[in-house]
């Protein structure tokens, strides 16, 4: 069973900073592609950032794009979402997510494994 525990969520204001985390549980992590999401109230889920298997190649919602960056450390089988430049629109839970193969994919059916979410509040 694969479990994914997010962390690092909160509230910030208008133009600063948030690091959130995934920490992967009960697969080989370093063999998938992993992805950051995010579903406002009363909006769909959004693909905000991907990471392939290897860290290789990473792909961004043009809305976040230059402002947030994704990574992962394969050792400690988690991944990162550093945002920065953050607005009121950012605000969001957000959730990490796995699915099968090495490769990002931007629609949340593609994706498998969910963790449970973290709030980001970006105040004006």
């Known amino acids: 069973q694969v479990q994914l525990v997010e962390s690092g969520g909160g509230l910030v204001q208008a133009g600063g900073s948030l690091r959130l985390s995934c920490a992967a549980s009960?697969?080989?992590?370093?063999?998938?592609?992993m992805a950051w999401f995010r579903q406002a109230p009363g909006k769909e889920r959004e693909f905000v950032a991907g990471?392939?298997?290897?860290?290789?190649?990473?792909y961004y919602a043009d809305s976040v794009k230059g402002r947030f960056t994704i990574s992962r450390d394969n050792a400690k089988n988690t991944v990162y979402l550093q945002m920065n430049s953050l607005k009121p629109e950012d605000t969001a839970v957000y959730y990490c997510a796995t699915k099968s193969g090495a490769y990002i994919a931007t629609m949340p059916r593609a994706y498998v494994y969910w963790g449970q979410g973290t709030q980001v509040t970006v105040s004006s």
């Open positions: 990471i392939s298997w290897s860290g290789g190649t990473t």
């Open positions: 009960g697969r080989t992590f370093s063999s998938y592609a």
